[in-house]
Structure formats: C-alpha cells, structure tokens
C-alpha cells in the first residue's frame, strides 16, 4: 500500500493533506524519513507522523448531506467563511466530501472516509452522471437547446452533451430546468448558461452517481445503504449507471446465448406489463 494512502486510510487527513504532510518530511517508515506519498509500504512497516504511531485504519462509511446555502467545501479557507465542516457533529469520523459545491449551491454532497472511491468517482473519465436544478433567465430558444444538447465550446474546451428537461416556468417567464451532466469542471453549469445569455441565479443538486438527495432537509445528514454503496462502487469502476448494482452471471465482453421461443415470450409480455403509458392511455412502443 502507498504511504499516502495509508495516511488516508487512517482518518487523519485527505489525499491533498496527506501529501504535503509526507513532503513536509513529518513521516517516518521504519524510523526512516519518507518524502514520497507514493512510497509502497510492507505489512510490517511501523509508520509514525511527528513521532507519534500510524492509527489503524477506520472502518469505511458513506454518507448523504443536503449541502445548505451560505457554506463552503474546504477545511482551510483563508477568509474564514463557514464550512460544511463545521457543522457536521453528528459524524463521529473524519469524512471528505466526493466531490464540491460552491457556496451559493445548495443540493447533494457525498461524505466518506473512502479516498480510492471518492478519487475514481471525480475522474472525469469514469463520467459520472450528476443532475441538477437550475433557475436560469428566460426560455432558451430551440436553436441553444440543441447547441446544449450536442455539447458547447468553453475556454477549457468543450463540453460533454447535456440532457435537458424543462420542469417549470415562473410569472416572470423565467424557468426551472432539470439538467443532467456527465463531467467535473469548475462552474460549469453557471459557464454554460451565461455562455447562451440564460445566466443561472439558483443551482440545487438533486443526484450523484444514482444517489439522489430524496426527502433530506437542508443540514440533515444520512448514512448510504449497502445497496447505495455497491452502486457508487460499480459506477467509479466503469459500470453504467443504469446497471450499477445488479449481479451478472455474464462477463463483461462475452456475449450472451439468446432467450429462448418461450422465454422471449415472456420477457416481451413482461415488458408490456411495466411500458409507461402515454396521456392518451395507450402503452409506449
């Protein structure tokens, strides 16, 4: 194991803060001072930080936490503003958040003590899918709708296409919009409207990787079920979204015998069964 992720492993800092506490030259291995996070440790090594022994590592919890308006994501801010992280008392634990939302967002954050997950799952190769609600000025036209949709130029290049969907329009004609991306870049949403000439005046999180926010007030913090877990899991190691947590007898790459006559039958009739009806009460096809 890394030394770094030792460190992280043990509660007492994130990947960031470990890293520089290993440079700072305030780790020992062995009674030896390490400078390289990356340093691979032995089951046997005895790793101390100022002198004093490594902790065991902590048991790995997840949670979700309605992210209130006015707080920041950091531990060390220099102007002293107010951190989710004074807050959180009812964590017994240290936990970093997955990823971050500026203070004026509001919505879901994931909280966990799991570095490797919470790294694979901010990888913007992993596309994880985040959905949001945006209130932005006025109704875009169709023609900025499909620019949306197939992906818009910023100065860090271009964006991954959206799926968008509009949920309400207010007495002053502006609109609520449901936005689903698929990437981490800072300000995002808040570049893309402004980029249009809709500017975005509130941005709520209502989803990450297949957890959603649900009934959680602003403030009010839950753990992850085993279930929730195994999704965010299978969601950092590549899996689609839309299969994460299902089992499969069937390896990835391998393809599958078709059904049977009868079992086709079956499947098909079930299918039927479960088609969402359109408003005229006739099934989808």
Do not use: C
């Amino acid at each position: 194991m890394r030394l770094q992720k030792a460190i992280t492993n043990a509660g007492i800092a994130s990947r960031r803060e470990a890293e520089a506490i290993i440079q700072e030259g305030r780790v020992t291995a062995n009674n030896e001072t390490i400078y390289h996070p990356a340093h691979e440790l032995e089951e046997s090594d005895k790793v101390a930080i100022d002198g004093d022994p490594l902790p065991k590592p902590e048991r790995l919890l997840y949670f979700a936490y309605h992210k209130p308006k006015g707080l920041i994501v950091d531990r060390n801010d220099p102007q002293h503003r107010p951190s989710i992280f004074g807050q959180l008392k009812q964590i017994p634990i240290r936990v970093e958040s997955v990823d971050k939302l500026d203070m004026q967002t509001t919505g879901l954050l994931l909280l966990t003590n799991d570095g490797d997950l919470a790294h694979k799952l901010t990888n913007n190769k992993a596309s994880v899918p985040r959905k949001y609600l945006v209130k932005i000025w006025k109704r875009p036209d169709a023609r900025k709708m499909q620019i949306l949709k197939k992906g818009i130029f910023l100065d860090d290049g271009k964006t991954k296409p959206l799926k968008l969907r509009v949920v309400e329009e207010t007495d002053s004609q502006n609109i609520w919009m449901e936005v689903l991306v698929s990437e981490s870049r800072h300000r995002l949403l808040k570049r893309i409207f402004e980029k249009i000439g809709h500017p975005i005046s509130k941005i709520r999180r209502i989803s990450f990787a297949t957890i959603s926010i649900g009934k959680l007030e602003a403030g009010e913090v839950r753990m992850l079920t085993g279930e929730e877990v195994r999704r965010l899991k299978d969601v950092a190691n590549g899996i689609d979204p839309r299969n994460a947590g299902h089992k499969t007898k069937y390896k990835k790459g391998f393809a599958r015998p078709k059904p049977k006559k009868n079992q086709r039958k079956k499947l098909n009739k079930r299918r039927d069964i479960h088609r969402p009806k359109t408003p005229t009460g006739k099934k989808n096809r």
